[in-house]
């Protein structure tokens, strides 16, 4: 039902900063988790970072920690991920992904995710 929607990728130098932005093309409840991940070639989907879109803190993976935000419009139905002090091993495919589930220490498993979409590809260069 839910249709996720990435955008902002591109090619970026070490160091410099990159927004990401992922729409909802339909309605979610307040109380769902949204988050994003990441997959480089030959490794598994990882998470990001996750917000609870009924409140509450965000959360990070650590090595994110302290360089990338995530923020929600809900005017927009809109989760952003604000990505500075960019390393070569940030590069990857993202993806937006939206549960039904609240957001909780647990966030970054990917069974708690129901809808996902497509992938905004992440380049960094050293």
């Known amino acids: 039902q839910v249709q996720l929607v990435e955008s902002g990728g591109g090619s970026v130098q070490a160091g410099g900063s990159l927004k990401l932005s992922c729409t909802a093309s339909?309605?979610?409840?307040?109380?769902?988790?949204m988050g994003w991940f990441r997959q480089a070639p030959g490794k598994e989907r990882e998470g990001v970072a996750a917000?609870?879109?009924?409140?509450?803190?965000?959360y990070y993976a650590d090595s994110v920690k302290g360089r990338f935000t995530i923020s929600q419009d809900t005017a927009t139905n809109t989760v952003s991920l604000q990505m500075n002090s960019l390393k070569p091993e940030d590069a990857a495919m993202y993806y937006c992904?939206?549960?039904?589930?609240?957001?909780?220490?647990?966030?970054?498993?990917?069974?708690?995710?129901?809808?996902w979409g497509q992938g905004t590809q992440v380049t960094v260069s050293s």
């Open positions: 992904a939206a549960s039904l589930f609240p957001c909780d220490g647990n966030w970054s498993r990917l069974w708690r995710y129901q809808y």
């Open positions: 339909a309605y979610t409840y307040s109380s769902d988790c």
């Open positions: 917000i609870y879109t009924g409140g509450g803190r965000p």
